[in-house]
């Protein structure tokens, strides 16, 4: 009916795809014209009627989040061409390019060009293609400081501080290179403030010109 709002016609169009009981469900963005606390509690509730139901399902997404939450496999596409395939903490942890790499995670995985921030391409040991980039996720880079840290520390100054509740985004500029910075504490860092950032060379991801993954 026209009195129905775009939210109410998807769910509606929801219902009616399940009472035929199909062997294959297709959706395509079923939750674009939610709002987000809807969002949240509709994605949930698809993801108990797939497993109540057993049928296998085709989700069509832009939204990260939805990829990662409901899918048992993730198919990115550029293009109308496949990057990768796997399932959501594969990609997460071994994306196999940039595009995958910055899809997947929120916020975007940092990318910096090789030699950008020495100190972090001579954590790489001599990996990283001189004209590559080296990517990190926000939750592998801390910020303290800069009063008191170790001088192997980059430095750099807070353009802006999201204080989230159970963590903190420190965006940081190093250089003239924005970096983001993922802390599960609260932190008494503020905006303008001189900082030493640290680098976790475990969780270090490379790439060459082309973008193509090369940390194996």
Do not use: C, W
Not at 101 to 126: D, E, K, L, R
């Amino acid at each position: 009916p026209r009195e129905l709002s775009g939210g109410q016609r998807q769910r509606v169009a929801i219902g009616r795809a399940i009472v035929r009981a199909p062997k294959v469900f297709l959706f395509d963005e079923p939750l674009s014209n939610l709002d987000a606390a809807l969002r949240g509690n509709t994605r949930v509730e698809i993801h108990k009627l797939h497993r109540a139901l057993g049928a296998t399902t085709i989700y069509v997404t832009h939204d990260q989040v939805e990829a990662m939450t409901l899918a048992d496999r993730v198919v990115v596409l550029k293009d109308g061409l496949i990057e990768q395939v796997g399932t959501p903490l594969e990609l997460y942890d071994h994306p196999a390019n940039q595009f995958v790499a910055q899809f997947i995670g929120m916020p975007s995985m940092n990318m910096v060009a090789a030699n950008a921030i020495p100190s972090f391409s001579a954590a790489t040991g001599g990996k990283l293609p001189a004209d590559g980039f080296l990517g990190v996720r926000p939750e592998g880079l801390r910020v303290h400081p800069k009063q008191g840290a170790p001088v192997s520390d980059v430095q750099g100054r807070v353009e802006l501080v999201e204080a989230l509740g159970a963590d903190t985004l420190i965006h940081v500029d190093v250089g003239g290179v924005p970096l983001i910075a993922r802390q599960n504490e609260r932190t008494p860092l503020h905006a303008g403030d001189d900082v030493a950032v640290e680098l976790d060379p475990s969780v270090l991801h490379l790439f060459n010109r082309e973008g193509r993954s090369v940390s194996a």
